[in-house]
Nanobody
Framework: QVQLVESGGGLVQAGGSLRLSCAAS????????MGWFRQAPGKEREFVAA????????YYADSAKGRFTISRDNAKNTVYLQMNSLKPEDTAVYYCAAALTGKPRIIDEYDYWGQGTQVTVSS
C-alpha cells in the first residue's frame, strides 16, 4: 500500500519560511519522480515544483521560481519543499505526488497523492 504523508505546514507571516516534507512508503521511491502541487480555496489544484527520480532535474512554476526549492533524499524516501519569502497568495493545501513516468508539470501524470498539509500565510 502506497502512502505519501506530508508534514511541515502551518501558519507563517508574509516573508517567512516553511519546509514541507513528504515521506513515502510502499513504493520504490528512487524510481519515482515527485511533485508538489497546491490548491487554494475555490481554485483548481496547480503545479508548484517537481523533481526527477535522481534529483538531477527540477521544475518550478513561475510563481515558485527563486523562492521555493524542491529536493529529495532517496535514502530517507522523502521529498522536501523549502519555501522562502512566502506571500499571502501562497496560502493553500500543499500536496505531494509520485509519478513513475510522464510530464512532471501535469497533474494527471501522477499515480499517487498524499492527503495534503495546510499552509497559511498572513499579511
Amino acid at each position: 500500500q502506497v502512502q505519501l504523508v506530508e508534514s511541515g505546514g502551518g501558519l507563517v507571516q508574509a516573508g517567512g519560511s516553511l519546509r514541507l516534507s513528504c515521506a513515502a512508503s510502499g513504493l520504490t521511491f528512487s524510481t519515482y519522480g515527485m511533485g508538489w502541487f497546491r490548491q487554494a480555496p475555490g481554485k483548481e489544484r496547480e503545479f508548484v515544483a517537481a523533481i526527477s527520480w535522481s534529483g538531477g532535474d527540477t521544475y518550478y512554476a513561475d510563481s515558485a521560481k527563486g523562492r521555493f526549492t524542491i529536493s529529495r533524499d532517496n535514502a530517507k524516501n522523502t521529498v522536501y519543499l523549502q519555501m522562502n519569502s512566502l506571500k499571502p497568495e501562497d496560502t493553500a493545501v500543499y500536496y505531494c505526488a509520485a509519478a513513475l513516468t510522464g510530464k512532471p508539470r501535469i497533474i494527471d501524470e501522477y499515480d499517487y497523492w498524499g492527503q495534503g498539509t495546510q499552509v497559511t500565510v498572513s499579511s
